[in-house]
Nanobody, 115 residues
């Protein structure tokens, strides 16, 4: 099993920045990709960004150029630096870890952007 604990959410004004962190524990040797997803009220959970163990990244078009995902394998932690935030970024952000035949989720952290 893998446990994921997110931190760093909160309330920020439009144009501001936040940094999310997600620390993994447990069977971390099994983790391949890690990433962030988000879910706004009434919407489905959507991909924000992912990063492989080797550092290859992938972003949703809506966040390219504004968000940066990074991963510290020594600390078993993945980060999401979010800049130039706007109201459309308001959502619960979930950390995700992929392992063979399993996907693990954190409990989510709220990000609210006020306009």
């Amino acid at each position: 099993q893998v446990q994921l604990v997110e931190s760093g959410g909160g309330l920020v004004q439009a144009g501001g920045s936040l940094r999310l962190s997600c620390a993994a524990s447990g069977s971390i040797f099994s983790i391949t990709d890690m990433g962030w997803y988000r879910q706004a009220p009434g919407n489905q959970r959507d991909l924000v960004a992912t990063v492989t163990r080797g550092g290859t990244t992938n972003y949703a078009d809506s966040v390219k150029g504004r968000f940066t995902i990074s991963r510290d394998n020594a600390k078993n932690t993945v980060y999401l630096q979010m800049n130039s935030l706007n109201a459309e970024d308001t959502a619960v952000y979930y950390c995700n870890a992929a392992a063979p035949f399993k996907r693990y989720w954190g409990q989510g952290t709220q990000v609210t952007v006020s306009s």
